[in-house]
């Protein structure tokens, strides 16, 4: 029997997709943009999806049922209040309110486990007033609490990318969070094999051109018959003249005044370089101007496809709906392997406990 997962706020399931990679069964998921729930359900046929904002569900009706038959819920409920300055933060304050229905579903599920994630702020706003609510809350209801901060680029992904995970465990001593791997995958690593795009060209299905060039690309091709999502942004006549003074490893620093624009975004005009990993992917991956997202030595921004590589999607996996869905699916999305690394703490936990009843 596999244990069972419910994954909230499931975006297009990275969380899922990294806990069905260890042996988990994920049978329940809610997501609320109806474009990302499609694509959700395409890509995990298994699951029962539940289209619709949280808030306005009968939890216990749709999630009352589950109680005592999950063994982990999953997901990154959003919180706005702690991040932003200037006034006493709490989970109370109703920016947060997504956060309660989280801990509302835990509370009716009771499940053995739970894995939260969320931006690295959650840990250390208000000098750790947040932090320790959420640890008290939990605690009142069971659960012991093991959290830190991890960055996707130390469990095999070739991206910066930080993030705040807390593990419960009920009624027990704490899990310790996964190790660092000592792996280390760089941008061409993971795109060299779709280099060959020009702007404005490719489709959403095609074959590849080149074999894999990498263990990486190996094993994110290996059950991937078509090259799917795999479509370079036309740029427009100035970002190309732009573009095509900049050479790699170079950004910005080499324009001249009059290309120079007044961007916000930090990166903004550089190329990736290839030997290195990417920034965090973000929802405007599509424009060089929006941050590190041009290619290392083409004239266009990077692909959908190239940037779920860089997330650690399996080619397999088919983003669908248009191209704003499909930017929002891969760059909110938790990246694959960091959730397995996770996944496979508890997976490894549930093992020991069953062979200590064994015993």
């Known amino acids: 029997m596999k244990p069972k997962v419910i994954d909230l706020f499931a975006g297009v399931g990275g969380l899922s997709l990294g806990f069905e990679s260890c042996g988990f069964d994920v049978v329940l998921a809610n997501e609320y943009d109806l474009s990302i729930a499609t694509a959700y359900e395409a890509n995990h046929k298994n699951t029962k999806m539940i289209v619709g904002d949280i808030t306005s569900l ?14 982990v819920v999953i997901g990154g409920p959003p919180c706005q209040g702690f991040s932003q300055k200037g006034q006493r933060k709490t989970i109370h304050d109703e920016r947060n ?4 229905y989280y801990i509302k579903v835990v509370e009716l599920v009771k499940p053995r486990y739970f894995l939260m994630e969320n931006v ?13 609510e959420i640890e008290e809350l939990f605690n009142s209801m069971g659960y012991q609490l093991k959290m830190g901060v991890l960055n996707a680029s130390d469990y095999g992904v070739p991206q910066n990318r930080r993030r705040a995970v807390i593990i419960g465990k009920n009624g027990a001593t704490a899990l310790e969070l996964p190790k660092a791997k000592n792996t280390s995958v760089t941008i061409w690593d993971a795109i060299s ?14 074959e590849y051109r080149f074999e894999p060039q990498s263990e990486y690309q190996e094993r994110l091709r290996s059950n991937s018959p078509k090259l799917y999502n795999h479509v ?31 961007s916000i975004y930090s990166g903004t005009w550089a190329r990736m370089r290839k030997d290195e990993i990417s920034v965090t992917i973000t929802t405007r991956f599509d424009t060089p101007s929006s941050g590190k997202f ?29 191209k704003g869905s499909q930017m929002k699916q891969v760059g909110n999305a938790i990246p694959p392997l960091l959730a397995a690394a ?18």
């Open 193 to 206: 094999d779709l280099a060959y795009l020009e702007s404005g060209e490719g489709c959403e299905e095609q």
């Open 294 to 322: 041009t290619h290392p030595f083409l004239n266009r921004a990077i692909t959908v496809r190239e940037a779920a590589r860089i997330q650690s999607f399996p080619d397999s996996f088919r983003f669908i709906g248009n």
């Open 58 to 71: 009968d939890l216990e009706k749709v999630f009352g049922a589950y109680a005592g038959k999950i063994d």
């Open 232 to 262: 370079a942004t036309k740029h427009s006549a100035i970002a190309l003249e732009r573009l095509a003074m900049i050479p790699p490893n170079a950004g910005r620093e080499v324009l001249p005044e009059e290309h120079l624009t007044k």
């Open 120 to 132: 690295p702020n959650l840990l250390t706003a208000e000098g750790g007033y947040f932090r320790k």
């Open 97 to 100: 309110f997504l956060f309660k």
């Open 342 to 359: 996770v996944a496979e703490v508890i997976m490894n936990d549930i093992k020991e406990d069953a062979e200590n009843e064994q015993t």
